[in-house]
């Protein structure tokens, strides 16, 4: 790695990766995309108990990738950087190249 700066980078990137590197913080975001939801709906929707979602969210909420406010008793997440739906697009885009490899492979036996 070539500075402090760089490797700050690295690291902080990497703290993203890993906030969001789990099925059912996936699922959530892909939730989000959307629009915002309570974390009622999100719970329901990921099929999870709301204190196990909360958990998820706050990981989310401190590495920057979702926001939340209160609306009277709820708590109301958004995306705070839509862009992650792009990451996720692209690990799409590998598992389809993946699964085509594979094909090939097995073919060639």
Do not use: W
């Not at 950087?81 to 490899?101: E, M, N, Q, Y």
Request: aromatic letters at 4%; charged letters at 30%.
């Amino acid at each position: 790695m070539s500075d402090k700066n760089t490797q700050l980078r690295y690291e902080k990137q990497a703290e993203i990766a890993k906030a969001i590197g789990h099925p059912l913080r996936i699922a959530i975001i892909d939730f989000l995309r959307d629009g915002e939801q309570c974390v009622c709906d999100i719970a329901q929707h990921v099929g999870s108990e709301r204190s196990n979602v909360s958990r998820h969210l706050s990981v989310m909420v401190r590495a920057g990738v979702l926001e939340c406010r209160k609306e009277g008793l709820n708590v109301i997440y958004r995306l705070k950087t839509p862009c992650v739906l792009d990451f996720l697009s692209c690990a799409s885009r590998v598992l389809t190249h993946r699964a085509k490899d594979s094909e090939k492979l097995l073919r060639a036996l």
